[in-house]
């Protein structure tokens, strides 16, 4: 049973930048495909990132996020540059094995990220 423990989230200025972690416990993140995902007050879940045998990115973040992965600390980071104040949301980190099309089956409880104009 993987589990996963999302931290760094914060009140921050646009245009400022913060580092989300992701910390992996009862799995190998490199064994997975680990995402990002974000939920805004109101809206609807949706995807802002994931890390595989390749990475991508929600066409939102393109050019502001990047999403890494350190194996020997069984993290994913979601590096966040530039924030905007419509990223402010709960950042949810998920994982499921790598190869599998269902949908994410591993999440962990979120990190709050709050950007002020």
């Known amino acids: 049973q993987v589990q996963l423990v999302e931290s760094g989230g914060a009140l921050v200025q646009a245009g400022g930048s913060l580092r989300l972690s992701c910390a992996a416990s009862g799995g190998t993140v490199s064994f997975y495909t680990m995402a990002w995902f974000r939920q805004a007050p109101g809206k609807a879940r949706e995807f802002v990132a994931h890390?595989?045998?390749?990475?991508s990115y929600a066409d939102s973040v393109k050019g502001r996020f990047t999403i890494s992965r350190d194996n020997a600390k069984n993290t994913v980071y979601l590096q966040m540059n530039s924030l905007k104040p419509e990223d402010t949301a709960v950042y949810y980190c998920?994982?499921?094995?790598?190869?599998?099309?269902?949908?994410?089956?591993?999440w962990g409880r979120g990190t709050q990220v709050t950007v002020s104009s």
């Open positions: 890390i595989g045998g390749s990475t």
């Open positions: 998920a994982a499921r094995p790598r190869g599998a099309t269902y949908d994410y089956n591993y």
